[in-house]
């Protein structure tokens, strides 16, 4: 039995990150809740969420996302109401919007057709 293995070449193929950002459940899920408001604390988005946000990952996602460039943040101005730090308020950047809209928009496309 002769075995033989053959090198293949893929200078052509380039292996540089797809252009369209990827977005998670939860992404979309805060980009949703988001979009409904001027801004809202990491807390606020938890408590929004019905659940499917946990306080254990809402700020390590949020996180990632201002890292993306779909979400911003600035410290609150006005002093939490029982001491401690300031809390932090997030919104959507205008990217973070077109890319969920996007997203929105290949949802209603495509689920109907998987639906079949």
């Known amino acids: 039995m002769t075995v033989s293995l053959t090198l293949c070449k893929t200078e052509g193929v380039s292996s540089r990150p797809s252009p369209l950002p990827s977005l998670s459940g939860k992404e979309v899920l805060i980009l949703d809740l988001?979009?409904?408001?001027?801004?809202?604390?990491?807390?606020?988005?938890?408590?929004?969420?019905?659940?499917?946000?946990?306080?254990g990952t809402v700020y390590v996602t949020l996180g990632r996302m201002e890292q993306k460039g779909l979400v911003s943040s600035r410290l609150d101005d006005t002093p939490p109401p029982f001491g401690g730090l300031p809390r932090r308020l997030y919104t959507a950047t205008a990217i973070g919007r077109e890319v969920h809209g996007a997203v929105a928009a290949l949802r209603k496309r495509l689920v109907p057709r998987l639906a079949r």
């Open 34 to 55: 988001l979009g409904r408001t001027k801004g809202m604390y990491g807390l606020e988005l938890v408590a929004a969420s019905e659940g499917e946000l946990k306080r």
